[in-house]
């Protein structure tokens, strides 16, 4: 059976929570036989795609040689203030960018009583632009997923880049009338797997 980037695009979907997989489909693209369909395995039908061999540098190799060269590889969240009616820009960041980083994913947790996302407000930062494969759902209520890969030769390590961009819209006070909410980062997966995460907070401002 030939593997074509239709493939990865699947795996991809699979990945963001967009589509769930039948268990034949499961179980042919959980290329590393962890139990779920992430950007890791996408990534490798990628390459199968291209004809190349099916292979990932280790996420966990790559953190070990980060934190041994005395770095704290850690994704974050920035922080937003904003009145009912607003469009925000929440940017999430890397810092360090490593040489050949070239797959990651991860959960954005925010209050929906606070905040609106819609799916595909976000842009692709620095880190990210240059990726082919980039996408985005709301997984649930309060929940965004974001994951992107390139088979491409990223560039090179740098100490800091811009994932993504997120645009929300202001919604207003929570239900019990709270005017501060945490943005959390959970779900780290592909190169990006074990780093350390930064929350942010979101801020309601009054008109
Ligand atoms: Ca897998």
Known sequence: MTVTTNDAL????????QRTPSPDELCAGDIDDNGIIDTSDALCIFNMALGRSCSFTSARDDLAALTAAGENPALSAGSLTGAPGEILCLEIWLSPVPAGLN???FDVLFDETHLRYEPGAYEAGAVTEDWPIVGDSLLAPGRIRFGALSPFDSGPARSAGIVVSLQFEVVGPNSDGGHTSALRLQELKGGICGWSVNSGEFILRGR
């Open 10 to 17: 699947l795996a991809f979907a699979f990945a963001m929570g």
């Open 103 to 105: 797959h990651l994913q």
